[in-house]
């Protein structure tokens, strides 16, 4: 059974642009999140979505959006870059439709993102 | 809100010997728990889970139990090789209903010597 895919698995972008990460959750898990890791603000919360709709959103500007497709794929993109969204991001699948989590969440190896 | 509170690291042990990572939360209900393993380079590995009170999480060698009580689930392992060198993340999510996130605590690095 294939895992969670991201891609790509490294990016390097320029301060000012934008960039597309992409996800496929394992077949089956309509659940996808997002979550951004730093050295300094550790893992942090991004969106959820399920079945095409964002469910939660994390405390982060409007530069960070993202959406799912009907297939469960999700993307996420960020808008005009910058030095301080130098992240791992990290998608995470699950089969659950409620909140416990019960399953808990699969992750993805994640998209490391340098921005210079 | 939700929050989760691990023990510090670096930790440094030698291979066999016993290792505890301590973790307490603060949440409202009957939060699911987890513990998360993060080697380097790739992403979170689900190591264990619990989710109700008393409930023991086990894989790998690896426990932590649901103490209600005391607020906490502490990760311990008997005997520990080096391959257990990574990163450990206690993490929760909210009651049922709730809003389909888990709340990570800041990670502990283990490192085991030979």
């Known amino acids: 059974k294939a895992g969670v895919t991201q891609t790509p698995r490294y990016l390097i972008k320029t301060r000012g642009q934008q960039v597309t990460l992409s996800c496929s959750p394992i077949?089956?898990?309509?659940?996808v999140s997002w979550y951004q890791q730093t050295p300094g603000q550790g893992l942090q919360f991004l969106f959820e979505?399920?079945?095409?709709?964002?469910?939660n959103k994390g405390n982060f500007p409007g530069r960070f959006s993202g959406r799912q497709f009907s297939n469960s794929r999700s993307e996420m993109n960020v808008s005009t870059l910058e030095l301080g969204d130098s992240a791992l991001y990290l998608c995470?699948?699950?089969?659950?439709?409620?909140?416990?989590?019960?399953?808990?969440?699969?992750f993805g190896s994640g998209t490391r993102l340098t921005v210079v | 809100g939700d929050s989760v509170t691990q023990m510090e690291g670096p930790v440094t042990l030698s291979e066999e010997a016993f290792l505890t990572i301590n973790c307490t939360y603060t949440a409202t209900g009957y939060p699911s728990l987890f513990w998360y393993v993060q080697y380097p380079g790739e992403g979170l590995q689900l190591l264990l889970k619990?989710?109700?009170?008393?409930d023991k999480g086990s894989n790998k060698g690896f426990e932590a139990t649901y103490r209600k009580e005391t607020t906490s689930f502490h990760l311990e392992k008997g005997s520990v090789q080096v391959s257990d060198s990574a990163v450990y993340f206690c993490a929760l999510s909210p009651t049922p209903g709730g809003d389909y996130k888990l709340s990570f605590g800041a990670g502990t690095t283990v490192t085991v010597r030979a």
């Open positions: 077949s089956g898990h309509r659940s």
């Open positions: 619990a989710t109700k009170a008393d």
């Open positions: 995470a699948s699950s089969p659950a439709s409620d909140g416990t989590l019960i399953f808990g969440y699969t």
């Open positions: 979505y399920f079945s095409e709709t964002q469910r």
